[in-house]
């Protein structure tokens, strides 16, 4: 690979099957199959070949009665996969045919779902700021906590010993689990941290803001090391790619940048059309799955995804912006 340009000659493929926007996507552990959530009240399963050509099917999960506004694997096995809608509920699943679903009512409208790295427990957090843990082993919540500020995404560091909430307060709380007390505040921005992304080897996280920044932070020192400042609007999204060499960012800009982690450098930007609102590398090889509020030609959303980093353009047209 090119090291001055690693991405310049890789493609995007668009996959379509929603109805209406996708608002979330998510690689499996084995990076064999990509879930895709929409506002038609759908989540779907695709199964990509990393280096294959033809036509891609898709399995869609049914059972929800409102937008699935966000998805996440278990990162032990592949094909279970938790589910969070806007109606207050999540679905915990496999996709298989005759695997029904099991549901757990939760409080308000969920906007943010994370798995523990070991697969035993999820956090679902809504818009009320109540942070919600379910013990996935008995399908039964084990803590429940309200906070006096608004929190946005969460994660857990990669020994799991660590729990991290990013802020309204331009802030990123870092949480012993599973106690929940808190152990340090982190002054991260200037303004509200909206999604927060941990490196596979787990040596940094990663931060996006309002104020239109990336930061990067060692773990082991709770420091910020750098940040990344190509976008010019407020970042939606981050995601770190398998070896921790490159991380992905995504806001309303007309692009999707990828930057090397050790300079700081953006190294690729994929042309997008409209605000992106998800993205994810593969856990296994440089493809990214990304989605946002694309638009046809008549105006209603498109209900597409795409995933970048294939060698050639496949039978379906390259995706230019």
């Not at 279970?80 to 509920?89: F, K, N, R």
């Amino acid at each position: 690979m090119d090291k001055t340009a690693p991405f310049k000659n890789r493609h995007s493929r668009e996959y379509e099957g929603h109805k209406k926007k996708v608002h979330s996507v998510a690689w499996n552990c084995s990076g064999t199959k990509v879930a895709s959530g929409s506002a038609d009240q759908t989540a779907r399963i695709w199964h990509i070949e990393p280096h294959g050509h033809g036509k891609v099917k898709d399995i869609e999960l049914k059972g929800h009665n409102d937008s699935v506004d966000q998805l996440c694997w278990d990162p032990k096995h592949a094909d279970l996969i938790a589910t969070a809608s806007e109606v207050g509920s999540m679905l915990l699943g496999k996709k298989r045919k005759n695997n029904c679903p099991r549901q757990a009512e939760l409080s308000d409208e969920n906007i943010n779902i994370t798995y523990k790295p070991d697969g035993t427990h999820i956090a679902v957090g809504n818009r009320d700021d109540e942070l919600t843990i379910l013990d996935v082993r008995k399908f039964k919540a084990i803590h429940k906590q309200k906070f006096s500020y608004e929190v946005n995404e969460m994660a857990w560091s990669m020994t799991g010993d660590r729990f991290f909430l990013t802020t309204g307060n331009g802030t990123v709380e870092v949480l012993a689990y599973p106690s929940l007390q808190s152990v340090d505040t982190l002054v991260a921005h200037t303004a509200s941290c909206y999604c927060i992304a941990i490196d596979p080897l787990g040596r940094y996280f990663a931060v996006g803001s309002a104020d239109s920044l990336v930061s990067l932070w060692d773990i082991s020192q709770m420091l910020c090391t750098r940040t990344f400042t190509k976008l010019e609007w407020p970042v939606r999204t981050v995601s770190f790619n398998y070896t921790g060499e490159y991380i992905a960012s995504a806001s309303e800009d007309s692009f999707t940048d990828i930057s090397n982690v050790q300079t700081g450098r953006s190294v690729h930007q994929i042309p997008c059309r409209a605000a992106t609102n998800s993205v994810e590398w593969n856990p296994k090889y440089n493809l990214l799955a990304y989605a946002g509020d694309d638009k046809n030609k008549y105006q209603a959303d498109e209900g597409v995804f795409r995933i970048f980093g294939f060698e050639s353009a496949w039978d379906l047209t390259e995706y230019t912006g």
